[in-house]
């Protein structure tokens, strides 16, 4: 394409090309927003925003984590930082489940909130799955069973909790260690007191439901760490943690100050968020250079091949000469800078003698004469534009005519 053979031109389709890139990568953000559910910087009824205002009073600094937990290895002081996970909306592969493990037995604390059981890789670690059923209790808000209202105790004072649909937290009898029930759902002496496993999962309370009570939040141990499962996400909704009835913000708040202490760090993890279809590749490439750069050595790894990278592309790089300033005509005139012409001071040499001998003028009268006043002499405008200087031409004929005249 002729327009790609001007440097300038191709610079300006090149930039042109990386701003198009630039706008594709990021208009699937503008244009689409985050379909989370439970996100601790979203406003909604679901989300968990005024909990993470709530977490900030602990005096802790509170993060997040947008790309995958394999980053918790670069952690620095594992004993201080919680991780916080609500409402998990895809799966923990292996490689990210033994990453919050491996935090965990460092002495990292993790609160994890689940229903679906998309975390069920970490909560087996520590000896739990969370139940398939939801969990009815005549202890309830307003009389919907669905809403479980609970209580608990940290630190010798109680909390009065409400949660939304939870499921039950079940132990696994060959894996489960030493654990504490932080709170459970209600004993009834007769049917249809008390609470029960909604097995039919028509949200009514029948006969045939299994009874409780049922762990509903439990405290236990991996390694060094802290882990509290919690089995329903509407412990930390916007529209629960504001009810006045109920101490759910306050509760989180001291469950987060006893495991982290003052000064800490909170990491809200971000990442088991399920995002908009159109930012799905997005999303997952964030993720993939997450792993990329968790650790020292591959991060520096990474850091020396993008700059062996950057000197091959250089040296493969060859230098060219911008030759757009040059207005060369479609005649005779030669497409080369006089630079590479040497042979242009002979010419005029040839021509001014030519002129002289030919007219019977002074070789010093010719010199000193311009290209108009040479032409209006000679009648040749070739002739006349070498003996003044002036010559954008091809000199050849100049050298051509006096070899011709020149005596055998």
């Not at 279809?277 to 520096?300: E, H, I, Q």
């Not at 790089?317 to 300033?325: G, M, P, V």
Request: proline share 6%; aromatic share 6%.
């Amino acid at each position: 394409m002729k327009l790609l053979q001007d440097p300038r031109q191709r610079g300006l389709v090149a930039a042109a090309l990386v701003a198009l890139l630039a706008l594709v990568a990021v208009a699937p953000f503008l244009l689409f927003g985050a379909q989370r559910h439970l996100s601790a910087y979203e406003d909604g009824a679901e989300d968990a925003s005024h909990l993470k205002d709530e977490l900030g009073l602990t005096g802790a600094t509170v993060k997040a984590v947008v790309s995958t937990p394999t980053l918790l290895s670069d952690v620095k002081d594992p004993s201080r930082t919680l991780l916080l996970v609500l409402g998990a909306e895809r799966r923990y592969d292996a490689s990210e489940a033994d990453a919050v493990a491996a935090f965990l037995r460092a002495g990292g604390s993790v609160i994890l909130a689940d229903e679906g059981g998309f975390a069920t890789a970490i909560a087996q670690d520590a000896g739990f799955a969370f139940d398939s059923s939801r969990v009815l209790d005549s202890s309830n808000h307003r009389g919907d069973p669905r809403l479980v209202v609970t209580n608990s105790t940290l630190d010798g004072r109680s909390y009065r909790l409400l949660l939304n649909a939870p499921t039950a937290l079940v132990p696994l009898p060959d894996r489960v260690g030493a654990y504490d029930v932080l709170a459970a759902s209600s004993a009834g002496s007769s049917f249809p007191q008390g609470s029960y496993r909604d097995v039919n999962g028509n949200g009514e309370i029948d006969r045939a439901d299994p009874a409780g009570p049922f762990p509903l939040l439990v405290r236990t141990h991996l390694g060094a760490g802290t882990l509290v499962l919690v089995s329903d996400t509407g412990l930390f909704m916007n529209q629960q943690v504001d009810l006045p009835d109920y101490e759910n913000a306050a509760y989180v708040r001291a469950l987060a100050t006893g495991l982290v202490g003052n000064g800490g760090t909170i990491l809200v993890d971000e990442s088991r968020h399920a995002p908009a279809a159109p930012l799905a590749p997005f999303d997952d490439a964030a993720r993939a250079l997450g792993r990329a750069t968790s650790g020292g050595l591959v991060t520096y790894a990474l850091l020396a091949l993008l700059l062996v990278a950057t000197v091959v592309g250089v040296l493969l790089t060859r230098a060219t000469q911008d030759w757009s300033h040059h207005a060369h005509s479609a005649d005779h005139e030669v497409p080369a800078p006089e630079a590479v012409r040497p042979d242009l001071d002979r010419a005029q040499r040839l021509a001014r003698r030519r002129i002289s001998e030919k007219h019977n003028i002074p070789l010093e009268q010719v010199a000193a004469m311009t290209a108009g006043q040479l032409l209006a002499v000679c009648g040749d405008r070739l002739l006349a534009d070498a003996a003044a200087g002036t010559l954008r031409a091809d000199p050849s004929p100049i050298f051509k005519l006096y070899a011709a005249e020149a005596p055998p």
